[in-house]
């Protein structure tokens, strides 16, 4: 259901994507024009981690200030353009972490005050060590058979329901508090209203499979009471309107909230520009972690899909993401924040074209072990994870092979995966592989990608996290037609692609 304000037939309209990745954030400004998308960085900050009292959290309260300061310079660029400002606003970022907030206050009428339930304690991060032990022990209640029929979501030590297995908070929380993912959170702080969209509810293991309500087993199992959880919201469905108080403050006007695939990767995938909806897609959402899978009608549940680590995420449309997780570019960054740490200056244009030379297959590391997922001296652990090929009797030890063995393993691992994924899904391999993102920049590893795969890599959108989100929003004003295949269409007519074809044979 689209029930957001509709947009003035054919006419121009300017809506705001906010987009919170682990490492850094953005409102994008996007202006819908002549049957294309035009992205605006109205404004970018950091989100960085906080390590206090031995726990790593996220700094909500700058998040919040950075999204308002975001959206009153999208408003002035929309204004600026000739448009009377935002249609509306989307909102999205990483997945499992939550925060928790109480009871909204009751005004002089005795009526309750929507946005002005405060925000208790911290927003803990994912990468936090609290749920070391907890998927093993939780396995002894149910078993991680039994989770995956019920969820379709693999078993990682970040998961939602794990996190609260781990937390004593809800436990003395006052009658009235919501557990909100933190897009969710940020739409109640914009609203004053309490959901949780279901794409990003899908990624908590809490969700049963098919996305249509949670499992009362599940949550019994880790103690959670269900009057904790908001009610689902689907994307595309209008949350709400922007709170008069927060009208006032950013002069935007009572702007409507849409609900948007507001797990990143769901709106990532949504922008995949891929041009046959009728086959299943098979991309990479390419940033801090690497998303390699297939969109699919239907989730994989099956024994064999757990086994091998893969999940089935909600995605747009009632469409699955079957998908496994790869730490992707968070490798290099992490890398290159140790080295700018001991006093190096590096700039990644100049890193990868030095790792660009290097003699291919000298080493290997394994991308997805666990070893690699808190921060910290990241060089130094890949460095001494690497294996040596090919008779090398020595580790990588300059910035550039320390890259190269980086890049060639996670193409190595997509190949390996995305074989898994077909395997497990029953399907050939398909003929293209679309990598978005950050990451799809990245010229070096689409070639190595290419070339480890045999089969075309088409690159872009760069920001199709954003993409998605507009597009979203804007079929929700009645902007674009309702179909998944014109949402695509759009994102095409929208950006400039670029494909590299395999250079050496698939091996």
Same mark, same amino acid.
Request: hydrophobic content about 45%; aromatic content about 4%; some cysteine.
């Given at each position: ?43 970018? %900050? ?6 206090? $009292? ?40 990483? #997945? ?7 009871? $909204? ?50 078993q990682?030590? &970040? ?22 993912m ?16 279901r ?8 969700? #049963? ?16 009471d ?34 948007v695939?507001?797990? $990143?990767?769901a ?12 086959h299943?897609?098979? &991309?990479?959402?390419?940033?801090t ?13 099956t #024994? ?5 680590? &893969? ?32 006093? +190096? ?16 297959h000298? &080493? ?5 072990d666990?070893? %690699? ?27 550039a092979?320390l890259?190269?063995c ?18 497990? #899904? ?8 679309h ?28 920001? +199709? ?28 007519a929208s ?13």
């Open positions: 259901m689209n029930d957001a304000q509709g947009a003035e037939p054919g006419g121009p309209i300017a809506v705001a994507a906010v987009d919170l990745g682990a490492t850094s954030g953005r409102v994008m400004l996007g202006v819908l024009a002549d049957g294309r998308i035009e992205l605006i960085a109205a404004h970018r %900050f950091e989100n960085r981690l906080r390590d206090e $009292d031995g726990q790593l959290r996220w700094d909500i309260d700058a998040l919040w200030a950075e999204v308002r300061q975001g959206l009153r310079a999208a408003h002035d660029g929309a204004v600026e353009r000739g448009l009377t400002g935002l249609a509306s606003i989307g909102i999205d970022s990483w #997945a499992v972490d939550y925060g928790l907030v109480g009871p $909204d206050l009751v005004g002089a009428d005795g009526a309750s005050v929507p946005g002005s339930g405060e925000v208790l304690g911290e927003v803990v991060a994912y990468r936090d060590h609290r749920t070391d032990g907890i998927p093993e022990s939780f396995a002894e209640q149910v078993s991680r058979e039994r989770q995956y029929t019920l969820t379709g979501i693999a990682q030590p &970040f998961n939602t329901l794990y996190q609260l297995v781990a937390d004593d908070r809800p436990a003395t929380l006052p009658p009235g508090s919501t557990l909100l933190v897009p969710d959170l940020l739409g109640y702080l914009l609203t004053g209203e309490r959901r949780t969209e794409t990003n509810a899908s990624s908590t293991g809490m969700l #049963a499979v098919g996305g249509q309500g949670w499992s009362a087993e599940l949550l019994t199992a880790a103690g959670v269900p009057d904790l959880l908001a009610p689902l919201i689907s994307p595309g469905e209008r949350l709400g309107t922007v709170l008069p108080e927060l009208v006032r403050e950013l002069g935007i006007g009572e702007v409507p909230v849409i609900a695939g507001s797990h $990143d990767t709106s990532a995938v949504l922008a995949v520009p891929a041009a046959d909806d009728a299943p897609v098979a &991309f990479i959402s390419s940033g972690w690497s998303l390699i899978g297939l969109e699919l009608s239907a989730p994989v549940s #024994a064999a899909a757990l086994e091998a680590g &893969f999940t089935n995420e909600g995605g747009v449309d009632g469409t699955t993401r079957f998908l496994k997780n790869v730490a992707g570019m968070w490798l290099v960054s992490e890398s290159i924040r140790q080295w700018e740490e001991e006093g +190096a200056r590096v700039d990644l244009a100049d890193l990868l074209a030095a790792a660009a030379v290097m003699p291919a000298r &080493f290997r590391i394994d991308p997805t666990p070893a %690699f997922l808190a921060p910290g001296r990241m060089a130094d652990r890949v460095m001494l994870a690497a294996r040596r090929l090919a008779g090398e009797d020595e580790r990588p030890r300059t910035p092979q890259v190269r980086i890049l060639e393993s996670l193409a190595v691992t997509y190949r390996e995966e995305l074989h898994t994924a077909c395997r497990l #899904a029953r399907m050939p391999l398909p003929e293209r592989l990598v978005v993102g950050g990451g799809s920049r990245n010229a070096l590893l689409n070639q190595l990608t290419a070339d480890a795969l045999g089969i075309e890599v088409v690159a872009g959108p760069m920001e +199709a996290t954003a993409l998605g989100n507009v597009a979203l929003q804007a079929r929700a004003l009645g902007a674009v037609p309702g179909e998944h295949g014109a949402l695509r269409g759009l994102v095409r950006v400039e692609l670029e494909r590299f074809s395999p250079s050496i044979p698939s091996g």
